[in-house]
């Protein structure tokens, strides 16, 4: 069997269910709570229902008189992370950790074959593992056997070191995650040299000839550039980031520049013979390693694995957020073809 009908539970902008659609999946529906994501996750995955919905409110009952979808082969999605994040105040009774119980519910609900959950690390960890023994308890007692992992998305041919936790869970098999593709990890450089210095209106055609493998898979499909506007910095911003060497920091800067902006990733630049560092949401603190700018959306979605005819909508602000909080179709893709492979053992059973 193929084609295993997929529900995406907060979607945000579709970068799980693209790996998914890319490792054969059929993605009947998105929901998200953010409108700007489902026209997004709608304009790029056209065969699929977007539907806003916030999942404190509603629940998997009131989702199938909306949308008459009676079952689903797979349930896969990442609850807000807020929560969980390095980056907050990681509270165990923030109300945003118990959105993982909303996704719960939809499995108990439509009892999927299998489920893909994602955060970030931390939640293996947080309140001493408390969280972790929660999910695990909630998924097994329905039934699923449940195995975890932290994956680095540079092992699977994404150029950024960005780690996701990942809960996989399965009737009547154990899931193993993906090994990490034996290659020399893609770098900066190989995924957006091509892109120029300056900002290009959306469809032009690329102006640039590929000097990479990723450059060229990044391209198949696209009848040009989309989303590479450049962000106007101030002379002073252009001045001091000038500073700073290629994979440098604000350690490189002199004295009396260092304090300029009070948090620790402040003026960092890309590596261009390195992956990434993790691509955020839109803090403006990482930049180009050549151009004195940060990287335009188009360039941060090459570095995140989105190919480049995956357009994103919204003003540029909207875009850089979806963006970032969107989970590489690359890895995804990885832990997809895995699954894909248990399921049509199951079906051959």
């Not at 509270?91 to 939809?106: H, P, Q, T």
């Not at 699923?144 to 098999?173: E, M, T």
């Not at 694995?305 to 995804?332: C, E």
Request: net charge positive; proline share 6%.
């Amino acid at each position: 069997m193929s084609n295993f009908n997929v529900l995406d539970v907060f979607c945000g902008a579709g970068g799980m269910s693209q790996g998914f659609i890319d490792a054969g999946f059929n993605v009947e529906l998105g929901i998200d709570s953010s409108k700007d994501a489902i026209e997004t996750f709608k304009k790029n995955h056209t065969h699929s229902l977007g539907l806003v919905s916030d999942l404190f409110q509603e629940t998997p009952d009131k989702i199938l008189e909306k949308t008459g979808i009676k079952s689903f082969d797979l349930i896969i999605g990442g609850p807000p992370c807020q929560g969980f994040s390095i980056a907050g105040k990681r509270d165990i009774g923030d109300e945003r950790n118990e959105l993982y119980k909303s996704f719960v519910a939809f499995v108990n609900f439509y009892k999927p074959r299998a489920f893909v959950m994602e955060n970030v690390p931390n939640i293996l960890s947080m309140g001493n593992g408390i969280i972790k023994e929660n999910i695990l308890s909630d998924f097994e007692s329905l039934g699923y056997n449940v195995s975890y992992k932290v994956l680095l998305a540079s092992d699977y041919g994404v150029p950024q070191n960005r780690r996701r936790a990942f809960f996989v869970g399965v009737i009547d098999s154990k899931f193993s995650f993906p090994e990490p593709i034996k290659v020399k990890p893609i770098t900066s450089y190989e995924a957006i040299s091509d892109l120029p210095p300056e900002s290009l209106d959306d469809g032009k055609p690329y102006p640039i000839q590929p000097m990479s493998d990723y450059q060229i898979y990044m391209r198949s499909g696209s009848s040009g550039v989309y989303n590479h506007r450049t962000t106007n910095h101030t002379d002073k911003t252009k001045k001091i980031i000038g500073m700073v060497p290629n994979g440098g920091n604000y350690k490189d800067l002199p004295d009396e520049f260092k304090k300029t902006r009070n948090v620790n990733i402040a003026w960092t630049r890309l590596n261009s013979s390195k992956p990434s560092f993790t691509i955020d949401t839109g803090h403006r603190h990482h930049f180009h390693y050549l151009y004195p700018r940060v990287p335009t959306v188009r360039e941060a979605a090459r570095i995140q694995s989105f190919k480049d005819d995956f357009i994103f909508t919204g003003t540029q602000t909207t875009q850089n957020r979806l963006v970032g909080n969107a989970v590489p179709p690359l890895l995804a893709k990885a832990i997809a073809l895995q699954l894909k492979e248990l399921l049509n053992v199951q079906s051959t059973r």
